[in-house]
T-cell receptor, first 116, second 110 residues
């Protein structure tokens, strides 16, 4: 069974630009969650999608948005990039949404975003 | 704000030694998960504990969920260099939010 695929692996963007990150979950998984990981803040929850609906949202500004398609693939968009957005962005998939499952996540390898 | 505190934050020991990592909170969790993350990769799920007092073993790793479901521990016996990584715990709270600890960075020296 293929794992969670995130593209691209590495990205360098300039302050003020926007970026779109992609995540393909494990086949059959309908829940996709996005996290931001930085050395200082650890893992910070961005949002969770289940069957194309946003189920949960973390405490991030509106510049961070996401969506999920009918095939469960998800994209995350960050507009007007700031230096502080430099981080490892992780996507995680699960067969059920967080509230309905204690099965845990399968994470992708992440996208390392550097804003200069 | 709910917190899940992990201790120690950093641990460096010799191969063959034993160690315990702790995950503590004042909140009750319906379940708790442990992950290990290696540099440049995403976290990998090690175990999920659900029942208060539950103990799960994964080879040399022993996970315990506290009786009150507010804390958990991970004990590693005879640590090996391959155990090196960032260990994260995450608890599912009553609002169906997954609360993450900041992690314990573990280095096992050969």
């Amino acid at each position: 069974k293929a794992g969670v695929t995130q593209t691209p692996r590495y990205l360098i963007k300039t302050r003020g630009q926007q970026v779109t990150l992609s995540c393909s979950p494990i086949s059959g998984h309908r829940s996709v969650s996005w996290y931001q990981q930085t050395p200082g803040q650890g893992l910070q929850f961005l949002f969770e999608y289940f069957s194309e609906t946003q189920r949960n949202k973390g405490n991030f500004p509106g510049r961070f948005s996401g969506r999920q398609f009918s095939n469960s693939r998800s994209e995350m968009n960050v507009s007007t990039l700031e230096l502080g957005d430099s981080a490892l962005y992780l996507c995680a998939s699960s067969s059920k949404w967080t509230g309905g499952s204690s099965y845990g996540y399968t994470f992708g390898s992440g996208t390392r975003l550097t804003v200069v | 704000t709910q917190l899940l505190e992990q201790s120690p934050q950093f641990l460096s020991i010799q191969e063959g030694e034993n160690l315990t990592v702790y995950c503590n909170s004042s909140s009750v969790f319906s379940s708790l998960q442990w992950y290990r993350q290696e540099p440049g990769e995403g976290p990998v799920l090690l175990v999920t504990v659900v029942t208060g007092g539950e103990v799960k073993k994964l080879k040399r790793l022993t996970f315990q969920f506290g009786d009150a479901r507010k804390d958990s521990s991970l004990h590693i016996t005879a640590a090996q260099p391959g155990d090196t990584g960032l260990y994260l715990c995450a608890g599912l709270d009553s609002n169906y939010q997954l609360i993450w600890g900041a992690g314990t960075k573990l280095i096992i020296k050969p």
